[in-house]
Structure formats: C-alpha cells, structure tokens
C-alpha cells in the first residue's frame, strides 16, 4: 500500500473536443500532466528530442514539466485529461522521463476514460484553449476545489481510473525509474521551480529560501543530488532552451535572451558561447542551414 500510495493524482481537467488549425501553440511547459486519446483526425506534438504524430487509437502522456509543442493543421478529435501528481516525497514519477510518451490504446483505457468523463462533467477548460490563458493558479485552485466536492465514491473511482491509466506508460521499455537514488524532495522541487521560471530572476538565495534552507547547506545539497552548483545549473537550463528555442522557433536572439532570463543579447551571447563553443548567431545559421 505505500507503495501504490507513494504517487496520487488530482484531477485539473477532462473533456472531448474537436481542434482546428487555431489549435497551435509553442514552448508549452506546464506543472501538471497532460494525457490525450485521439478518436478522429490528425495532430502533431513534439518535445525537445522527439515528434510524435496524433493519429486515432493511441495514448499520449505529456508529463508535468515537459517543454512541449502542439499543433493541428486541419481536424482533430481528441479526449483530454490534465491531472497534477502529489507523491509523498515530492519526487515525480516521471522525474527521469521528461518527454512525451506514446502507447496503443486498447478497450478497457477507452471505457476509462469514457467513465471518467461521465462522472466528471463540466470539467473542461470553458475558456481559450490558448495555455498561456488557462494556465493560472487561479483557474488551478477553482477546478481543484471540484475534487473536494466529489462524494467518497466519485474521489475513489476518479484516483483508481487515473492510476490505471498511467500504469499504461509504465513499460520498461520506455520507462526509467530511478527509486534506489531518490532525490531530495526539496532539490526536485527547486529543478522544477528553474525549469518552469527560466525567464524569471534566479538564484541560489531564492532557490534556498524556497527551501527554508542556509544558502549554503542548500548549495551543498543541490550538487550532491545534482552534480552541479545552483548558478551552474540555471545557465545550462538556460542554454538548453535557448538551443531549442533558436532551432524550432522563428523568436529573434533578443527575444530568446529575454525569454530565457538573460538580462541582455550581449550577455546572453557571451554565456552561450562560453558554454557551447559558437556564438548563438553561428548557431542559428548552422542548425538553419544543415534543415536541423
């Protein structure tokens, strides 16, 4: 029992809709789960390593704080179910697999999620299913008081019905489950603080505070669990998605410096060529011209 105990999920949202081309939206990292079952036509998501085509009779699981892309050139009928994951520890299930997943649907996920929806009505977004407008923590507390809501039998039906569906991405085949080095509840919550806040003021002191933790007990622990110092991890974050940015966004170099939390481009082109060996210019024009 602790052991099925360790992991429990909230449910945020579930809905069918059907997505036209308005239905496209870039850099989308988000703190809680997104799963997806595709009934009817065709779309494409994408992280930073794979594309996925969204064709009908499969699974898609987005875990939390995974950079993503979603789009849809024409028509695409698809179920939706967001859920946040509250494990004991703080660490996520998926802390090692941040990337998108993708499985054969088979009936009983289908009754699944079709019983999900009938005892969870009125669950959709309601409003633009543009991310960056229904992604606030205002929105995240009105749907998530729902579930207290729920009577005891809908609460347990709900958790038993998300649980089995996310057993359905746990094949070792692309699964990695790290539970014999598990992390500090705390440091995953800092990792997880910098990878959805690039863009904001970062540091060692914030991150530390956030932890109620000396700065300097904190920075200990966070190279013993991370392998690097808290600055130095904040700018390869950073990098990384300003690589990713540069290569599958049209943004301009002051733009991506701004987005990834650079203070200027002159700054911003300094770091990058530090850490990367070329300038982001050279970068741009290379990764362009090789069609990356």
Known sequence: MKRILKHNFSLLNIDHVELDNRWNYRNVISPYY???????????????????????????????????NLSCTSYLS???????????????????????????????????????????????????????????????KEYKELNNQQNISTFFETQGIILQLVSRFLNKEFFINKESGNISAKIQDAMNYIQINLQEELNASILAKRANHNIDYFSRLFHKHTG?????????????????????????????????????????????????????????????????
């Not at 079952?37 to 009779?57: C, H, K, Q, R």
């Not at 002051?254 to 060996?277: D, H, M, P, R």
């Open 34 to 68: 997104r799963l997806y079952y595709i009934d009817a036509g065709e779309g494409e998501i994408s992280d930073l390593g794979n594309t996925f085509i969204l064709e009908p009779g499969y699974l898609f699981l987005i875990p939390s704080f995974t950079l993503c």
């Open 78 to 140: 698809q179920y939706f179910i967001q859920f946040f994951e509250e494990s004991c520890d703080g660490v996520s299930l998926f802390a090692a697999k941040r990337s998108i997943i993708k499985v054969k649907a088979n009936e009983m996920d289908v009754l699944n999620i079709a019983r999900l929806l009938e005892i969870n009505p009125g669950r959709g977004i309601n409003r633009s299913d543009n991310p960056s407008f229904y992604e606030k923590d205002i929105f995240y």
């Open 228 to 292: 690097e110092r808290p600055v130095a991890y904040i700018v390869a974050r950073r990098i990384e998605r300003a690589q990713y940015l540069i290569v599958t966004t049209q943004m301009t170099l002051a733009q991506i410096a701004v987005e990834t939390g650079f203070k200027s481009l002159f700054y911003f082109s300094k770091v990058f060529k530090k850490v990367t060996g070329i300038s982001p210019r050279t970068y741009k024009r290379e990764t362009k011209a090789s069609d990356f």
